[in-house]
């Protein structure tokens, strides 16, 4: 195999070079761009010659040449697109080696197709994250991300905007859809049935995820600010809410640059200390207190 250079690629880091040979070792093909394309289009058309030669080609068979043609330099444009903007997401020491060639093979396979620029995006950043810490994604992860439209990221993108980390794990907040806190975000009913049927988040039809064996105070982070919820009472259960990240929902989330909704936290503050708050023993009494620390 031929190493990629610094003059095939332009102005890359030792880094970027090295993810590309590694991507060029598993593929079997040399990643250079332009290169690639004028090699694909010389043989194809030698390939035309050398059939005119020996065969009659048909009108049918021109167009299917022509329609190959255009639709691999469509898919290579695509994968180079992707894996040159994976580049400056690289850490300088990621192990490239370690990483799996099935796994490669599986995600140009599917990223191929991948013409939208925000999702271009998304799958550089899935490459460089794997690239940096092999087996932070799985194939099953990266086979869902390649069904996914740009309608479906947006979605997800919204109710990442929710996630919130509650001693060191991640959770989507979403408790009764009945609070308008949630329509004015655009999160319905409608829309966590389709992150569910999509397979990116577990949704409760009625009821809470709950989450027992609670430490009596807890820490939430959200953003770059930081909350104390104390129990009051005798409890150590508290309901985490109508939905869970999968697998592949947890994944992609981590890498979902989802906006901050800035009056988040004052909601919660307001939420978990009146009689709505979903931690509530009898009558009606708030089970907890919730405190802003930063």
Request: aromatic fraction near 8%; charge should be negative; proline fraction near 3%.
């Amino acid at each position: 195999m031929v190493p990629i250079n610094s003059g095939d690629v332009g102005e890359v880091s030792k880094a970027g070079v090295a993810l590309l040979d590694r991507v060029s070792e598993a593929l079997g093909w040399i990643l250079k761009p332009v290169q690639i394309k004028r090699i694909a289009k010389a043989e194809t058309e030698a390939s035309m010659i050398r059939a005119e030669g020996e065969i009659q080609i048909t009108e049918l068979q021109r167009r299917a040449f022509t329609r190959l043609l255009a639709e691999e330099s469509r898919a290579q444009e695509n994968i180079e697109a992707i894996a040159f903007q994976a580049v400056p997401l690289l850490a300088a020491n990621a192990p490239f080696q370690e990483m799996n060639d099935d796994w490669i093979t599986n995600f140009f396979d599917k990223c191929r197709i991948i013409s939208d620029e925000q999702m271009q995006q998304l799958w550089s950043k899935v490459l460089a994250g794997e690239a940096n810490q092999p087996g932070s994604f799985s194939k099953r992860t990266v086979n869902l991300l390649g069904s996914m439209d740009k309608n479906d990221a947006s979605q997800f993108s919204r109710l990442c905007s929710f996630n919130v980390m509650i001693q060191e794990e991640w959770n989507p907040l979403i408790y009764s859809l009945s609070e308008p806190f949630y329509k004015e975000h655009n999160i319905t009913d409608e829309v966590l049935r389709h992150l569910d049927s999509i397979g990116l988040i577990a949704f409760m039809d009625a009821g809470y995820i709950y989450r027992t064996d609670c430490p009596k105070i807890m820490d939430i982070r959200y953003h770059e600010r930081r909350l104390k919820l104390e129990f009051l009472h005798d409890i150590n259960t508290m309901p985490m809410g109508r939905v869970e990240w999968t697998q592949a929902g947890r994944e992609l989330a981590i890498l979902c640059e989802a906006e901050e909704i800035t009056e988040l936290v004052e909601w919660m503050l307001e939420l978990f200390n009146s009689s709505r708050s979903p931690i509530r023993i009898k009558n009606g009494i708030v089970a907890v207190s919730l405190t802003l620390v930063s």
